[in-house]
């Protein structure tokens, strides 16, 4: 199904309905999201109005494990697995109809089909329904990548891959379920090839690379979405192209190169990169410049010959506006940074090895890779990084200030420094949390702000 609602002005009037309010089951679409129902099930999609939407929704049968997959622009963005006794049945079978007198709706394609379609039919759908012949092209050359048996094609890839070659015969999730505490005795090693077919200059190889869990809350996602953390000191980053071996790897031209990484499955959001594209929008806008970054930004002069004309005690906005007039631009960073990567994996127990596909995933700087964000405690020795750790806490919500026994553990951990922080650093914390909290407008006194 492929439509357009517009000029909105309820966002809950329906637009397409195909829903037997008998027996609550079939498909409502509204303005900015779509309700499908079976006996036992709810599943909710929102979409962008005034947007054109492409929209696929296909129910396997028990026999392709019970799945329902909805997919928006050609990708599953909502799944959900009913049990055998559940129904899809209208007990009083309707039809579809189209329209609201609070929107326009402008339709261009339905399809009804009385069989279920794979991933590579809803594909070609999508590719041959595209709305021209340049975008069905287009769409066709970014997903030409399978041979006929259905198998991924690595020279057909326009995306970063990497192959992990490693012992997976005693993991149930292909990798250890424990973190890389000591980095010269991590869980497991692997030799690794990283390849950007569209910069070749970036493509390496490395050998004895350590691997291990990041995080915690990925191990209850198990083989879905395990998160790596990748230690490349061994080896290194070993160019074919050029023949040089690095001791660090900048993920894009804009960062600074290091030598550990977090390979980061995000599952939580169906595009896959929702934290990574926000944290990179954080560090594109976010006004402030750290001393850190400042003192980069002079360095970048210095190196250049440029000698400012503010002076940075008095006129600390006017230097940064100026450093920035003459195109000094910052690789130290206020938050990560990630790029999308398809992890493939191929187990070395195994006699006969076939490549398996991991993960789509992103491969970011870790948070221990303090180069990256210029933290260093000799130079800047109040500097701090603090990790919320649950939406669930008042501290972290800002409702409560209240540090007393301290109650600040239950909802900040310290990441830099990860340990020696300090009663100064808790102060500072404290003195924080305490301003926003005194900002709660539901308790509002009138008073002046501290």
């Excluded at 329902?68 to 109809?97: H, K, M, R």
């Excluded at 092209?137 to 006929?148: G, L, V």
């Excluded at 934290?275 to 980069?296: A, C, F, H, M, R």
Aim: charged share 25%; glycine share 4%.
């Amino acid at each position: 199904m492929i439509f357009k609602c517009r000029n909105s002005i309820n966002y809950d009037t329906e637009i397409i309905n195909c829903f037997d309010e008998s027996s609550n089951v079939g498909l409502r679409l509204f303005a900015n999201r779509g309700v499908f129902n079976s006996r036992d099930i709810e599943m909710e999609v929102p979409y962008k109005e005034d947007s054109y939407i492409e929209m696929d929704l296909v129910v396997y049968p028990s026999t392709q494990k019970s799945l329902i997959l909805w997919y928006l622009q050609g990708i599953p963005c909502s799944a959900a697995i009913y049990e055998n006794d559940d129904l899809f049945i209208q007990t009083n079978p309707v039809s579809i109809t189209l329209g609201s007198s609070e929107c326009d709706l402008d339709v261009y394609l339905i399809k009804t089909y009385n069989k279920v379609l794979d991933q590579y039919e809803v594909l070609n759908n999508f590719i041959l329904d595209a709305p021209t012949s340049d975008e069905i092209i287009a769409r066709y050359q970014r997903n030409n990548i399978y041979d006929a048996y259905h198998n991924i094609v690595l020279d057909k890839l326009q995306s970063k891959y990497m192959i992990i070659n490693s012992d997976s015969s005693q993991y149930p999730f292909i990798f250890p379920t424990s973190k890389i505490k000591d980095r010269n005795n991590p869980p497991v090693r692997g030799d690794v090839t990283y390849v950007d077919p569209n910069n070749n200059r970036k493509s390496f190889t490395s050998k004895n690379v350590g691997i291990g869990m990041q995080g915690t809350s990925s191990a209850g996602y198990g083989r879905a979405a395990l998160n790596l953390n990748m230690d490349f000191q061994v080896d290194g980053f070993n160019h074919a192209d050029t023949g040089a071996k690095e001791a660090t790897f900048a993920i894009s031209d804009k960062s600074l190169g290091v030598d550990y990484f977090c390979m980061k499955v995000d599952v939580a959001s169906s595009e896959g990169a929702n934290n990574v594209l926000l944290t990179d929008e954080y560090n594109i806008y976010d006004p402030y410049i750290s001393d850190p970054q400042l003192d980069e930004l002079l360095e970048m002069a210095a190196a250049k010959g440029y000698e400012p004309k503010a002076d940075r005690t008095t006129q600390r906005d006017e230097l940064i506006t100026e450093l920035h007039n003459q195109g000094f631009t910052n690789k130290i960073r206020g938050t990560i940074e990630g790029q999308p990567i398809i992890i493939f994996h191929r187990n070395t127990a195994d006699p006969n090895p076939e490549l398996t596909f991991y993960a789509k995933a992103n491969m970011n700087n870790d948070k221990t890779n303090y180069n990256v964000f210029g933290q260093d405690r000799s130079k800047y020795p109040e500097q701090c990084c603090v990790e919320f750790l649950t939406n669930e806490s008042a501290l972290c919500s800002f409702k409560s200030a209240d540090f007393s026994n301290d109650a600040w553990e239950e909802g900040f951990e310290f990441r830099f420094p990860k340990k020696g922080y300090t009663q100064t650093d808790i102060d500072n914390l404290h003195r924080v949390v305490a301003w926003v909290n005194s900002t709660d407008t539901a308790a509002a006194t009138g008073n002046t702000l501290p």
